[in-house]
């Protein structure tokens, strides 16, 4: 499957973003928010054991960059970039901002709500819905997860 350059370099952005938080303890995910030019506005990472805040997953932290990066939370025609499928508070936090398109690297078969376990992001139900693309870099964001779990296992 090809993917668009832009997706893949912010993917790449964001596995290094995944990777820093795993260093520093907690679940390696990472997440960039790009503008209609491709251009990362916002990035985040996990930082829930670091912050003690259980929503600060690496979506709501890059989100909430890029809206303050350009000044509105409206963040239609904008992209969300991220290692891991979103759990349902950030498909929420995804229909909220209004981002128009959501990329993401490996599946969760747990608790994913862009596909696997639920489907929130393009639910017929809501008054929004975003693109999703799955599976850009799925491999090393889902090596960088294993390995993570696998030291605490």
Same mark, same amino acid.
């Given at each position: 499957m090809?993917?668009?350059?832009a $997706?893949?370099? =912010?993917?790449d952005?964001a596995? %290094? @973003?995944? &990777? /820093? !938080?795993?260093?520093? *303890?907690?679940?390696?995910?990472?997440?960039?928010v790009?503008?209609?030019?491709g251009?990362a506005?916002g990035?985040g990472r996990?930082?829930?054991?670091?912050a003690? $805040?259980?929503t =600060?997953?690496a979506?709501?932290? %890059? @989100?909430? &960059? /890029? !809206?303050?990066a350009? *000044?509105?939370w409206?963040?239609e025609?904008?992209?969300?970039?991220?290692?891991?499928?979103p759990?349902?508070?950030?498909?929420?936090?995804?229909?909220q901002?209004?981002?128009?398109?959501?990329?993401f690297?490996?599946?969760?078969?747990? &608790?994913?709500a862009a596909?696997?376990?639920?489907?929130?992001?393009?639910?017929?139900?809501?008054p929004?819905?975003?693109?999703?693309?799955?599976?850009v870099?799925?491999?090393?964001?889902s090596?960088?997860?294993?390995?993570?779990?696998?030291?605490?296992?």
């Open positions: 090809t993917f668009d350059p $997706d893949l370099a =912010a993917m952005r596995l %290094a @973003l995944a &990777a /820093a !938080a795993g260093e520093a *303890g907690d679940v390696p995910v990472g997440a960039v790009t503008d209609a030019a251009r506005i990035e996990n930082l829930r054991e670091v003690h $805040d259980p =600060a997953h979506e709501v932290v %890059a @989100l909430r &960059a /890029a !809206a303050a350009v *000044g509105s409206n963040l025609g904008c992209t969300l970039v991220v290692t891991l499928e759990c349902i508070m950030c498909a929420g936090a995804v229909l901002s209004r981002v128009s398109r959501l990329v690297g490996a599946w969760d078969e747990k &608790a994913g596909g696997s376990m639920y489907d929130v992001v393009r639910d017929r139900r809501l929004y819905r975003a693109e999703v693309v799955a599976g870099r799925e491999a090393e964001a090596a960088l997860l294993r390995a993570f779990f696998d030291v605490r296992r």
